[in-house]
């Protein structure tokens, strides 16, 4: 069945250091949603990308979709304490639209 | 305060209680949404309600019973209920003909013993 893969599942990181998640589709996605999910949280839409190629920017984070629309990447520069949670990226089941999700990465800021 | 309101944010419940929890959006809204969140698993998508219509039930025991009285309100009615279905549950409401995503509530976190 359709699928959302999300990789690496955790990354560990000295504050500062980049940090980057990349999200691949079994299928061509109409569109990319991601989300940041604080510990103890819930997840907040941050983005949603539908054109191919289509980059975005919110300050620190750099948001891709691919040609493909197949794959998308959430790169984020020099990475706060503020960064700190589970970012997942999510995208429309062909059939009925309903999101289907990646498993989530884990943004861990090493002490 | 997201604009979906969950209660109760924590709760215990025995094996053999019923409980229900509740879900409320004041964002217009015409689509709600019961999520599942455990420990290392992705999101698992439980019910859809679409214009106060059911469209999805994700495979779900039927220990879990949805009710959606209106499009503003959506409740969970839990009985019987084991203990790993201990975890996150998540409500989320999105408008399916605009782009600006799910909005999720806060959560209740539920433990059964």
């Known amino acids: 069945g359709q699928q959302v893969m999300q990789i690496p599942q955790y990354q560990h990181v000295q504050e500062g250091e980049d940090f980057t998640t990349y999200c691949n589709s079994s299928t061509t996605l109409s569109n990319i949603q991601w989300y940041k999910q604080r510990p103890g949280g819930h997840p907040v839409f941050l983005i949603q990308l539908v054109k191919s190629g289509e980059v975005k920017k919110q300050k620190r984070l750099t948001f891709q979709f691919g040609e493909a629309k197949k794959n998308s990447s959430l790169h984020i520069t020099a990475t706060q304490t503020t960064d700190v949670g589970t970012y997942f990226c999510a995208g429309p089941r062909d059939s009925n639209y309903q999101l289907i999700w990646g498993a989530g990465t884990k943004l861990i800021i090493k002490p | 305060e997201t604009g979906v309101t969950q209660t109760p944010r924590h709760l215990v419940m025995g094996m053999t209680n019923k409980k229900s929890l509740k879900c409320e959006q004041h964002l217009g809204h015409n689509a709600m949404y019961w999520y599942k969140q455990s420990a290392k698993k992705p999101l698992e998508l439980m019910f859809v309600y679409n214009f106060k219509e059911q469209t999805e039930n994700n495979s779900v025991p039927s220990r879990f019973s949805p009710e959606c009285p209106n499009s503003s309100h959506l409740f969970l009615h839990l009985h019987t209920l084991q203990p790993e279905d201990s975890a996150l549950y998540l409500c989320?409401?999105?408008?399916?003909?605009?782009?600006?995503?799910?909005?999720f509530g806060s959560g209740t976190r539920l433990t059964v013993v």
């Open positions: 989320a409401s999105s408008q399916e003909s605009e782009n600006n995503g799910y909005t």
